[in-house]
């Protein structure tokens, strides 16, 4: 059954620099039957991925480190992030095609046995991109070249492989606080994929 509680949707851009920011005005009728005028913004550009790889035999995973603006602005870690490759889905391309380009070019790695864990929205109160999850075995010959990102997309990325025991102490010590990241390393715990 259809909710009928926003009606009268306006939507107005501020910016559309690197991603979109509207402000979204709209009635909506509270259960209470009262109906107000409200306005949000709503940033975002195009749906996401996130692909975590791991190596049950090496019990090992493969993560990436690279400078974020935002952490950089809130103070926090001067702006260095420890988090799983992803990128942003690209014109036409599905999310699986979109976690293998990104899988290459970020870390390095050519795969193709892909898992879908969940689609996920990282914070719905303000952004309107959903992330695609997935995890994905790998093998050191599976290494096709160092990764490290794009140059023409102004990356700059670290390969980190680590233990998956190193990875889990790394989310309680608080150096890996990414969601993505945190969400796929419990997923491969839960599920036993590692131990």
């Known amino acids: 059954m259809e909710d009928k509680r ?3 949707v306006v939507s107005k851009i501020l910016s559309n620099i690197w991603a979109k920011l509207e402000q979204v005005s709209f009635d909506f009728t509270f259960k209470n ?3 107000e005028r409200l306005s949000h913004e709503v940033y975002g550009k195009t749906d996401g991925v996130a692909v975590l ?4 035999e090496t019990q090992k995973v493969v993560l990436s480190k690279q400078f974020r603006i935002p952490m950089y602005v809130a103070g926090v870690k001067n702006g260095f992030s420890i988090e799983v490759c992803g990128g942003s889905i690209d014109k036409n391309e599905s999310p699986e095609t979109s976690v293998i380009r990104e899988t290459k070019e970020e870390i390095g790695y050519n795969i193709s046995e892909l898992e879908k864990v969940s689609t996920v929205f990282l914070s719905p109160g303000l952004m309107r991109e959903q992330v695609h999850l997935y995890v994905a075995k790998y093998k050191d010959d599976d290494k096709i070249n160092s990764g490290g990102g794009l140059a023409e997309e102004s990356e700059e990325i ?3 492989e680590m233990s998956f025991y190193e990875a889990l102490k790394m989310i309680e010590n608080r150096e890996i606080i990414d969601a993505r990241t ?3 390393l419990y997923h491969l715990k839960i599920k036993k994929l590692l131990e």
């Open 6 to 8: 926003v009606n009268n």
């Open 33 to 35: 039957g009262k109906t």
């Open 53 to 56: 790889l791991y190596n049950a």
């Open 158 to 160: 670290t390969v980190l």
């Open 182 to 184: 945190i969400m796929l």
